[in-house]
């Protein structure tokens, strides 16, 4: 997963696309999480929303290349 990825002309690091990927995923999670009430179990919501968006950036880089999808 090394280069960058041109928009608009512009090169931006294919990290920053998967970051913001990772971003919309763990919001949408985040959501689902909030509309079943499930953040009553837990101590921490910040600590659980950043971990979430975490595993997801984490599975994006390790996914993206293995399907070769070329970022």
């Known amino acids: 997963m090394t280069g960058e990825i041109a928009l608009g002309g512009v090169y931006m690091p294919t990290l920053l696309l998967l970051a913001l990927i990772a971003l919309i995923l763990s919001w949408a999670v985040t959501r689902l999480i909030g509309a079943f009430g499930l953040y009553r179990f837990l101590a921490y919501r910040a600590a659980v929303d950043l971990s979430i968006f975490i ?17």
């Open 55 to 71: 595993l997801m950036l984490g599975a994006l880089a390790l996914i993206v290349p293995t399907l070769g999808i070329r970022l």
